[in-house]
């Protein structure tokens, strides 16, 4: 859909002069009275979110002032995902100069941690609770940082007013979801982990709230009131020594956070990748995620087929981009990882000549046997394939504001409600996790392998997409773990040469190769080409529900098109 906004919230934030923010925030779906073009457009995983966006546009704001306040608001009401617990990257297009911006609000570990802290004294991996519902998979939260760090070069509005509707939201109270429920749910032994987080969201019985409650998070409200009058250094100083020890209690072995560890985080400008599709530039973020350049390669490596002509119904197409994926996700095991502690050779990974080299592996005809590394200019040597368990708590949103200017931004506590472990109101992040767990494969040592200080590799993908007049067309991003770099390519691939709306790109069914093993969307029109799969030699194919969480922004002549992913839509349902 174009993006519009229905009159009961245009007029009370245009037509009064801009809406008080003591005001009470919507907390269900408004009725649709009426239609009015909006300046500027946001795209979120949940309405309320989007709405603390748009008052922020409206008041003047610019899109990372807005993004900003989408972060906080999904804090409250998506805990299940992202928030101020946990990190992020944000991707930033200037609409004048078309400079890009990214930032890394990626967390950190202690400076303790050794590179083998999921392991036992046997060195066999500890179990699952012990790795993940602990302090061990807890990071320096990043997200406070990073809002402050690109507001501090991008933002209009004063920090504080940034805060006032995730404030209103925890304070006053929000409905809880079908989604919101079903995850609390399915995390039994992580949601309700602590105390103050089953007294939140859980009733006498053990249960989760019902759908429809009202849930109130009031020491959420005070924290996010304490950080919008004093700043980061309400979370980052005075909040040091209460948070690490908070942490360090709840580790059981290995390094512990420190005070020193939370009071030196910083967030971080990177280098952006970006990388040429058809007449379109791709730009994304670097290391230490994944995500831009594994976006790229497998954009790059299928440039030289002629996928407009196959179109989406074609098991060519999905053929080719499992191929690509595969050859992708080979590099992204060997090389990717903090590029603070070991060398990634972004620039040969995205390198034209590379790229076409890897292209020239993937036959329309049969599967490749084994998909390997290749050898990109710059490539180091000596390093042992590494890989991470997957998690799923990662949530996307895209905004433009009035002038043009785009931010993509990807925030996570990990997997659903992080470690369990709440302080203050929110989630705290497991993002240690994304760690190899082993620090050696083969006598070799693994680029993702833990170390003080470093940051997990992560699979986030912010992306801006510009046409060949330098003009923002797509901004996009998704959440699912090890999915999102597929999910976003797979949607640009529908924009650009499906010319599908954003809508129908992000509803594309997801198909994606772990090694040899194929994974179906379950009861999509892929699992009726399994037969046409295996026939070209991807043998290992299996069906799975995934959380696909993909939203963005769409330039249309009419306006920017606003799109979230169907399978979510109906999830955020109270009724």
């Known amino acids: 859909m174009l993006h519009k906004l229905s009159l009961p919230i245009a007029a009370a934030l245009l037509f009064a002069g801009c809406a008080s923010l003591d005001a009470p925030l919507a907390t269900t779906a408004p009725e649709p009275v009426a239609e009015i073009t909006w300046p500027g457009a946001v795209s979120s995983a949940d309405f309320r979110a989007t709405a603390a966006g748009e008052e922020i546009l409206a ?14 608001a999904l804090t409250v009401v998506e805990p299940q995902s992202s928030g101020i617990g946990g990190g992020g990257f944000l991707v930033r297009a200037d609409s004048d100069s078309g400079e890009i911006n990214t930032y890394d609000g990626r967390e950190t570990a202690p400076a303790a941690a050794t590179p083998t802290r999921f392991l036992d004294e046997s060195g066999e991996y500890l179990p699952r609770e012990s790795r993940v519902t602990s302090g061990l998979s807890v990071g320096v939260p990043g997200n406070l940082a990073l809002a402050a760090y690109a507001h501090a070069s991008h ?14 939201l925890a304070r006053d109270g929000f409905v809880m979801n079908r989604r919101l429920n ?20 859980f009733g006498p019985d053990g249960a989760p709230l019902p ?10 409200a005070q924290s996010l009131a304490d950080y919008a009058e004093r700043g980061v250094e309400a979370f980052y100083q005075s909040d040091a020594t209460s948070l690490a020890a908070y942490v360090a209690d709840e580790t059981p072995q290995d390094g512990k956070m420190s005070a020193d560890d939370v009071r ?15 007449s379109y530039r791709i730009c994304g973020m670097g290391p230490p995620s994944s995500g831009g350049i594994a976006v790229a390669q497998m954009l790059g490596q299928l440039e030289r087929f002629d996928l407009t002509a196959l179109g989406p119904d074609s098991i060519t197409f999905w053929h080719l981009f499992l191929e690509s994926q595969r050859l992708a996700y080979a590099d992204r095991e060997l090389y990717t990882g903090d590029s603070d502690f070991v060398e990634v050779p972004v620039a040969g990974l995205v390198d034209a000549a590379y790229l076409a080299e890897r292209s020239a592996l993937i036959d329309p005809a049969k599967a490749l046997e084994e998909a ?15 890989n991470e368990p997957p998690e799923n708590g990662t949530t996307h949103f895209s905004v433009v504001d009035a002038e043009g200017n785009a931010v993509s931004y990807t925030s996570t506590v ?14 705290l992040n497991n993002e240690l996790t994304d760690f190899s767990l082993n620090p050696k494969v083969g006598g070799k040592l693994v680029a993702n392998r833990v170390e003080g200080r470093k940051r997990p590799r992560s699979s986030m993908a912010p992306t801006i997409v510009f046409d060949a007049d330098g003009e923002v067309v797509l901004v996009i991003g998704a959440a699912g773990g090890p999915t999102i770099p597929v999910q976003v390519a797979r949607s640009i691939i529908g924009v650009v040469d499906f010319n599908l709306s954003a809508k129908d790109a992000v509803g594309l069914p997801l198909i994606m190769a772990f090694g040899s093993t194929v994974v179906i969307e379950e009861d999509s029109v892929l699992t009726e080409k399994q037969g046409a799969l295996e026939a070209l030699g991807h043998s290992n194919i299996r069906s799975f529900g995934p959380p696909l969480k993909a939203n963005a922004l769409l330039r249309t002549p009419d306006g920017w098109e606003v799109a979230m992913d169907p399978r979510i839509d109906p999830m955020l349902a109270t009724d």
């Open 264 to 278: 030196s985080y910083e967030a971080k400008e990177r280098p952006a990748v970006c990388a040429p599709y058809r």
């Open 155 to 168: 933002g209009r509005l004063p920090w504080a007013d940034l805060f006032q509707p995730a404030i209103r």
């Open 182 to 201: 079903d995850s609390l749910s399915s995390s039994k032994g992580r949601a309700d982990k602590t105390d103050e987080a089953r007294a939140i969201f």
């Open 59 to 72: 008041k003047g704001g610019s899109a990372t002032d807005a993004a900003i306040a989408v972060m906080l």
């Open 211 to 220: 759908v429809g409650s009202l849930v109130k998070i009031p020491e959420l």
């Open 372 to 386: 390997t590394p290749g050898t990109p200019p710059g490539a180091p040597a000596n390093l042992a394939d590494g």
């Open 414 to 427: 990990e997997g659903a409600f992080g470690s369990g472990l709440f302080y203050r109101g929110f989630y």
